[in-house]
């Protein structure tokens, strides 16, 4: 069975640092993209990041978050990493991960992504 787990979340005060962690199993891991993507209370879900698959480095972040987060695979655990440094309170919310193929044009839109994470929340606040 394909499988995301995402953990990593919490609380923590702006401008501190948080790293959210996608465990994956059940599929060949460097032949998908694996994205996240966040949704705040009342709002609608974003997306935040991305590493592309194909087994090299490529990556893509939102305007709203480049230059703080980071995200990067571990091929050895199956795992994708999101770094997120300089944690604003705009940057809470529930945040998932999920698996897909999407063409470049299609990478932050939701419907090009078959399975998800259950999400982890990450509170932003002083």
């Known amino acids: 069975d394909v499988q995301l787990q995402a953990s990593g979340g919490g609380l923590v005060e702006p401008g501190g640092a948080l790293r959210l962690s996608c465990a994956t199993s059940g599929f060949t891991f460097r032949d998908y993209t694996i994205s996240w993507f966040r949704q705040a209370p009342g709002k609608e879900r974003e997306w935040v990041s991305a590493?592309?698959?194909?087994?090299?480095?490529?990556?893509h972040y939102a305007d709203s978050v480049k230059g703080r987060f980071t995200i990067s695979r571990d091929y050895a655990k199956n795992t994708v990493y999101l770094q997120m440094n300089s944690l604003k309170p705009e940057d809470t919310g529930t945040y998932y991960c999920?698996?897909?193929?999407?063409?470049?044009?299609?990478?932050?839109?939701?419907?090009?992504?078959?399975?998800w994470g259950q999400g982890t929340l990450v509170t932003v606040s002083s």
């Open positions: 999920a698996r897909g193929r999407p063409p470049l044009g299609s990478i932050a839109s939701g419907g090009s992504y078959t399975y």
């Open positions: 590493t592309r698959h194909g087994g090299g480095s490529v990556t």
